[in-house]
């Protein structure tokens, strides 16, 4: 055949194809010349549920249907976080080669003076999913093969069991364990209190979350830090007599108690060999994690609150924790993540990605991606139960089996927007509790 009529039979099939595997086809052949052009911000919040508003990232390029998806959703921050996209990082990227995620992000790191904070981070965690889930198309391939292909088929999870009272959470447990569970995580409310940390309110405290909301205020919620350090062990006994020692438990103190409530507590909890103790202490505390870990052997995980690859970093060095929880949506997404689980490993430290249901099932597919293709995996945490407006909007989210989490091997994340369905659902204004103690005085949250 004559090259010119070669030339323009090969050029009739590749527009006969599928728009995105025609743009797939062409990247591949020269992947040096894709360029940025448009970045979308999308606030949706499908189902209108408390504190779901999700900060989607569509990157755009100049090849037909080549387009990546990250979360940047940062829960009370999600309008902050969209401005700043829109308007202070997106310029950076127009014209660039998404190829480049770790030129880009170095970029848009530094692009604004004052740097770093969960905003910015939040905003550039999206930016780098979406690159990765464009570099995966375009090789065809799922994220977790570019980072070095899987390390395993399945991911160890775990899910809440709250309870009003002990009898509560246990029943709870035994509905988990007969679902397959392995490792539980366990909360309960404290006496006297209507809120709590994953836990059930009281008809009182939905009443006035419920006021709340409609006013568009934050929700008042108490929180007794000296009746919790007095309860929570004495769960824990009643567990391990009612369920065994086989099931794994973990319980999050969410950072609302004070250091020396927190040594006590990682003491008194040494005999219920926790999987592991997670946030005992803000990030304003650290120095207390060398006086947790010289006087108690319970693991401690640490880190969901953190906004970059540096936070905390001296926990890694000196081997005062043991699981990382950074959440990929606010750290710098893959790219971080990646970097964070490469400089663990040789300290024998795992990681426990954040994985709530206030993130979109995007980064779920993120946490994924860096999860199964690392030899220090601990364990993911991952948010089952996702109703029918979240799978109106998400093509797929991960899959939950026999106490494992999989994905699928599509290229890039294995996930799309569905654009319509998600402007449907537009933002809805839900602050986080104001937490105080039973003086007034404001606490962690």
Same mark, same amino acid.
């Given at each position: ?28 052949? /020269? ?8 970045? +979308? ?19 755009? %390029? ?55 904070? /969960? ?69 309960? $409310? ?21 006021? $709340? ?6 929700? +008042? ?7 919790? %350090? ?100 606010? @750290? ?11 400089? @663990? ?50 093509? +797929? ?11 699928? +091997? ?36």
């Amino acid at each position: 055949m004559h090259r010119r009529q070669l030339l323009k039979t090969l050029a009739s099939a590749a527009a006969a194809l599928p728009l995105p595997l025609a743009a797939q086809t062409a990247a591949q052949k /020269s992947p040096g010349s894709i360029r940025i052009t448009g970045v +979308d911000v999308i606030v949706t919040n499908p189902g209108a549920t408390a504190m779901n508003n999700f900060v989607l990232i569509k990157i755009s %390029t100049n090849q037909p249907g080549l387009v990546g998806w990250g979360d940047a959703t940062c829960t009370g921050s999600e309008l902050g976080v969209a401005k700043f996209m829109e308007e202070h990082l997106t310029p950076g990227l127009i014209g660039q080669n998404p190829m480049h995620s770790e030129r880009l992000w170095q970029r848009l790191f530094f692009l604004p003076y004052y740097r770093s904070g /969960s905003v910015q981070m939040s905003a550039i965690s999206g930016v780098d999913m979406a690159l990765w889930d464009i570099k995966g198309k375009v090789a065809g391939l799922p994220v977790y093969d570019l980072l070095g292909g899987k390390v395993r088929e399945g991911m160890l999870t775990y899910t809440n069991a709250g309870g009003r009272d002990f009898k509560q959470v246990e029943d709870n447990v035994r509905k988990l364990m007969e679902r397959g569970y392995k490792v539980i995580k366990v909360q309960v $409310a404290l006496p006297g209190n209507d809120g709590g940390y994953a836990v059930p309110q009281t008809a009182a405290q939905a009443a006035k979350t419920k006021d $709340a909301y409609a006013a568009g205020m934050p929700p +008042d919620e108490v929180w007794d830090p000296m009746a919790y %350090t007095r309860t929570l062990p004495k769960l824990f006994d009643h567990l391990r007599k009612t369920v065994g020692d086989e099931i794994e438990l973990l319980h999050d103190v969410h950072e609302r108690i004070t250091p020396s409530q927190a040594l006590q507590l990682g003491k008194a909890l040494e005999p219920y060999r926790l999987f592991y103790f997670e946030d005992p202490l803000r990030p304003e505390h650290l120095d207390t994690f060398r006086l947790m870990r010289q006087q108690c052997s319970t693991p401690i995980a640490m880190g969901e609150v953190y906004t970059g690859q540096w936070d905390g970093l001296f926990l890694i060095t000196e081997h005062l924790i043991d699981y990382v929880r950074h959440d990929l949506a606010h @750290c710098g997404g893959i790219t971080t993540g990646k970097k964070i689980a490469t400089f @663990c490993e040789p300290y024998g430290i795992l990681t426990a990605w954040h994985g709530p249901g206030n993130i979109s099932p995007i980064t779920h597919m993120a946490n994924a991606a860096v999860s199964l293709s690392i030899p220090n995996f601990g364990i993911q945490e991952f948010a089952t139960g996702w109703g029918d407006p979240v799978r109106e909007v998400f093509s +797929d989210v991960p899959q939950y089996a026999n106490g494992q989490v999989t994905v699928n +091997d599509k290229p890039g994340l294995g996930i799309d927007v569905n654009e319509a369905v998600a402007r449907k659902y537009p933002y809805v204004r839900r602050l986080r509790p104001a937490i105080r103690r039973p003086d007034g005085t404001p606490w962690a949250y």
